[in-house]
């Protein structure tokens, strides 16, 4: 029971419908919290890892059938399909309600029903908003302890207020007495992520994997804040938040947009590799923004913690997450070691010699396949990155003064390019692209549209998002603006190998980008827009052949003009809805790159 007639009265009926056992509110305690984790050992869900090698930590494995974002099965029911867009999956409100009632009635029998009262971002802050989670899974209510502010305190600061409902059930009932649960408890068949922007509502059915199911994150941060946002003239982002300090110390803050899997991560907290600079962590994942009265765009970080992808993380490459992840961590689909530690792909550089993968199978080096889940996942707090920034929790949010946009792209998009103003900043945002990642269920490395990292989030019509952006840039003062640029860290030479080093040596693009900003980084113009000039990028101490900095920084005139049918196609798909800026945009991009077709 709570203070908010509303809430009560919401608990009680989607009781009445789910039937649980028993209806547990969460308080958000450390003891709560461990309570969880006991019930997971007992029900097979999970295993202690060792208390010595990584203390009060858990290994979790889900169901194959459970392993990933499922963007065909999530939906925007908003009440005029025009408003979802031509990028989102539709479903009418009250038809997908005559569809999920059924499913939902009786799917928590044998089961406990949790609310899980929570806050994106710093409780009680003008910016931060409320949730409430039901759910049936304990996976989920850890989890959402580590991801989000949870508990009693959240119910204070709302008192009688508004809230965002979200009801998640995994969709497996236990119909007879004594039936024995599995370890991990989904729906193979039937899975549903439904988001009701104008009700505020979120519906999740038959998964309990990460976005599908951490309501707070995906689903209530992006897809339903991105339609509060519109409204209220903010901007709610995939994208990370970092401090970078110059040796001079001066510091800023940059926001970056890259799809998932693509390296938000790992930028966020690089170890720089240029002497002297210093990088610090606000987000990793999402950014919610507002203009300050000084008319500078602020952004926070709604979240609480990391949901981040395991493979590929190293001491090499991601030092400051493997620290963040050395406690109190809840680990998902990688593979474990005989003495209760976890193990992915090139966590080091020699695998151990015996692991039990993510398939409950004995794997050594000889077995010919990967012993981790593509997306197997580490959860951790945020507060333990080692360079978490003073401001993380600031509820006034970090000035922002530039912001990257950035795909896969093995070909074409160059290492950096800065846009020549707001409105051009907002076309490259528009037609990023990118190959796709285990991040979502379907196939990996497929090319496709992703405007600003958003496709899979956008709560709306992304053409009415193309020109939130620009409206949000119009109604601002230019000079207060930040700069945006488009980065490409995976551009391939001819041997199918990345040009450019990534991780740390990022920092060096991100120098570039500091520089410009404070008005000192050198470009020059080229059809697509502002690169480095000559000598700009700091490349000192990099082992890259200057052949392969050619590659990476080219500006393929013949390779742009050969996308341009592939990027009229993708905005003849946003119809009257794409703006008239964007149009222009395209056609004097296209001016630019014929006439400097000609000049070759
Ligand atoms: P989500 O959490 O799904 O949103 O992903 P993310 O954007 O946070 O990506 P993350 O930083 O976890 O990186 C995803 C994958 O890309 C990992 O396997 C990384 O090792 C790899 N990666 C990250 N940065 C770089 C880079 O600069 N270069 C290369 N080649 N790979 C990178
Ligand atoms: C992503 O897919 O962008 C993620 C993982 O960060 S999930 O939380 O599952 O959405
Ligand atoms: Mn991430």
Known sequence: MSKNKQLDAWVSEMATMCQPDAVVWCDGSSAEYDRMLHVMEQSGTAIRLDEGKRPHSIYVRSDPADVARVEEFTFICSMSKDDAGPTNNWKDPAETKAILTPLFTGCMKGRTLYVIPYSMGPIGSPIAKIGVELTDSPYVVASMHIMARVGTKVLDVLGEGEFVRGLHSVGA?????????????????????????????????????????????????????????????????????????????????????????????????????????????????????????????????????????????????????????????????????????????????????????????????????????????????????????????????????????????????????????????????????????????????????????????????????????LKIGAKADPARLPRLFNVNWFRKGADGKFLWPGYGENSRVLKWVFERVAGTGKAVDTPIGRLPAPGSLDLAGLSVPPSAMDQVLKVDIEAWLAELPAVRAHYEKFGDKLPQGLKDELAALEKRLQGAGAKV
């Open 173 to 469: 009932p236990l119909e007879k007495d004594g039936q024995p649960d599995t370890p991990w408890p989904c729906n193979a068949k039937t899975k549903y992520i439904c988001h009701f922007p104008e009700t505020r509502e979120i519906m999740s059915y038959g998964s309990g994997y990460g976005g599908n199911a951490l309501l707070g994150k995906k689903c209530h941060a992006l897809r339903i804040a991105s339609v509060q946002a519109r409204d209220e003239g903010w901007l709610a982002e995939h994208m990370l938040i970092l401090g970078i300090t110059n040796p001079e110390g001066v510091k800023k803050y940059i926001a970056a947009a890259f799809p998932s899997a693509c390296g938000k991560t790992n930028l966020a907290m690089l170890q720089p590799t240029v002497p002297g600079w210093k990088i610090e962590t606000i987000g990793d994942d999402i950014a919610w923004m507002k203009f300050g009265a000084d008319g500078h765009l602020y952004a926070i970080n709604p979240e609480f913690g990391f949901f981040g992808v395991a493979p590929g993380t190293s001491l090499k490459s991601n030092f400051n997450a493997m620290k963040a992840i050395e406690r109190n961590t809840i680990f998902t689909n990688c593979a474990l070691t005989p003495d209760r530690d976890i193990w992915w792909e090139e966590m080091t550089d020699t695998p151990p010699a015996e692991l039990t993968d993510w398939l409950r199978r004995p794997w050594t080096p000889a077995s010919g396949r990967k012993t981790a889940h593509p997306n197997a996942r580490f959860c951790a707090p945020a507060s333990q990155c080692p360079v978490i920034s003073r401001e993380w929790e600031d509820p006034k949010g970090v000035r922002i003064d530039a912001i990257l946009f950035g795909g896969r792209r093995a070909t074409v998009v160059p290492l950096v390019n800065e846009a020549l103003s707001w409105q051009h900043g907002t076309f490259l945002g528009s037609i990023m692209s990118s190959e796709t990642t285990a991040a979502a269920a379907g196939a990996v490395g497929a090319l496709r549209f992703d405007p600003f990292a958003m496709l899979p989030f956008c709560g709306y019509h992304m053409g009415d998002y193309f020109g939130h952006w």
